[in-house]
């Protein structure tokens, strides 16, 4: 009996993790957002798997897995959905956008944007619990970042299952150009600005990342060796926002600029004529 009820429990865990599953990957294929997914599972773990039957998906498909983006770093944030830790998603090839270059109308559902510290890794995290000077050794230089967020789930109606589900609520990135070694930068001081056509619209500074950058990606490092999917030497990690995000509209330009990193743009297009005459 016990063993009858609980292969039927994990029938309806691994159902309610497809139709999840299959609710954000409908709203990302039409571009149509979507209502929650949390009516239909519950807890991180549950919200990882939907992550990972997306991830096997967006793999079988020929996307390429180029690094991970890291969710929730800040304190306020957390507090708001009721978690103790960060959360992240995938990083595939088709989402990294040219320094400079304009994301077209609906690439990215809902987008928002935010300014982020990158690293880029020489070396492969295998450890089952990382020091600051693995992790030191195993990054080859830093990167001003932007991440374009976006949610499949309408109005950014979210939880912290839906946004685990949903890749940790992941669009496009743009990273800068100019590689800087960690030893010529104090990623915990640097100041960020976001700007929109020049107007500062986000301010912040690394040590609202976790209180440093390279705590973020430790995080992550040790999590996803328990999971099976470690950090491997050319993945990009987006180690979290040093300030508020930003909505965006069409025809918005963003520029950030974090000391010691230099700065990184994006455009996005705006609305041809017959859509504006709509």
Same mark, same amino acid.
């Given at each position: 009996?016990?063993?009858?009820?609980?292969?039927?429990?994990?029938?309806?865990?691994?159902? !309610?993790?497809?139709?999840?599953?299959?609710?954000?990957?409908?709203?990302?294929?039409?571009?149509?957002? #979507?209502?929650?997914?949390?009516?239909?599972?519950?807890?991180?773990?549950?919200?990882?798997?939907?992550?990972?039957?997306?991830?096997?998906?967006?793999?079988?498909?020929?996307?390429?897995?180029? %690094?991970?983006?890291?969710?929730?770093?800040?304190?306020?944030?957390? %507090?708001?959905?009721?978690?103790?830790?960060?959360?992240?998603?995938?990083?595939?090839? /088709?989402?990294?956008?040219?320094?400079?270059?304009?994301?077209?109308?609906?690439?990215?559902?809902?987008?928002?944007?935010?300014?982020?510290?990158?690293?880029?890794?020489? !070396? /492969?995290?295998?450890?089952?619990?990382?020091?600051?000077?693995?992790?030191?050794?195993?990054?080859?230089?830093?990167?001003?970042?932007?991440?374009? #967020?976006?949610?499949?789930?309408?109005? =950014?109606?979210?939880?912290?299952?839906?946004?685990?589900?949903?890749?940790?609520?992941?669009?496009?990135?743009?990273?800068?150009?100019?590689?800087?070694?960690?030893?010529?930068? /104090?990623?915990?001081?640097?100041?960020?600005?976001?700007?929109?056509?020049?107007? *500062?619209?986000?301010?912040?500074?690394?040590?609202? #990342?976790?209180?440093?950058?390279?705590?973020?990606?430790? =995080?992550?490092?040790?999590?996803?060796?328990?999971?099976?999917?470690?950090?491997?030497?050319?993945?990009?990690?987006?180690?979290? !926002?040093?300030?508020?995000?930003? *909505?965006?509209?069409?025809?918005?330009?963003?520029?950030?600029?974090? /000391? %010691?990193?230099?700065?990184?743009?994006?455009?996005?297009?705006?609305?041809?004529?017959?859509?504006?005459?709509?």
């Amino acid at each position: 009996m016990t063993n009858a009820s609980g292969t039927a429990g994990e029938a309806a865990d691994g159902g !309610a993790v497809e139709a999840a599953a299959a609710r954000l990957l409908d709203a990302e294929r039409t571009g149509v957002p #979507c209502a929650p997914v949390r009516d239909l599972i519950h807890g991180v773990e549950q919200a990882y798997a939907v992550q990972e039957r997306l991830t096997l998906a967006r793999l079988a498909e020929g996307r390429r897995l180029v %690094g991970r983006k890291i969710g929730l770093t800040s304190a306020a944030v957390q %507090g708001q959905l009721r978690v103790h830790e960060p959360d992240f998603g995938m990083l595939y090839a /088709d989402m990294a956008v040219p320094d400079g270059a304009e994301i077209p109308v609906g690439a990215v559902l809902q987008a928002r944007a935010e300014a982020e510290v990158a690293l880029v890794l020489a !070396a /492969d995290l295998t450890h089952e619990r990382h020091t600051v000077a693995d992790l030191i050794r195993a990054t080859a230089f830093v990167l001003p970042a932007i991440e374009v #967020c976006g949610s499949r789930v309408r109005d =950014w109606d979210i939880s912290i299952a839906d946004t685990i589900a949903d890749n940790a609520s992941s669009g496009m990135y743009v990273l800068g150009n100019r590689p800087v070694a960690l030893a010529d930068v /104090d990623l915990r001081l640097a100041g960020m600005v976001l700007e929109r056509r020049g107007e *500062p619209v986000s301010t912040g500074v690394g040590a609202a #990342c976790l209180g440093h950058p390279l705590h973020a990606a430790l =995080w992550l490092a040790d999590r996803l060796v328990r999971l099976g999917r470690p950090l491997r030497a050319g993945d990009t990690v987006l180690t979290g !926002a040093l300030g508020p995000m930003v *909505p965006v509209v069409p025809g918005d330009v963003l520029e950030a600029r974090i /000391d %010691g990193l230099g700065d990184v743009r994006v455009a996005f297009a705006a609305n041809d004529t017959k859509e504006n005459d709509r």
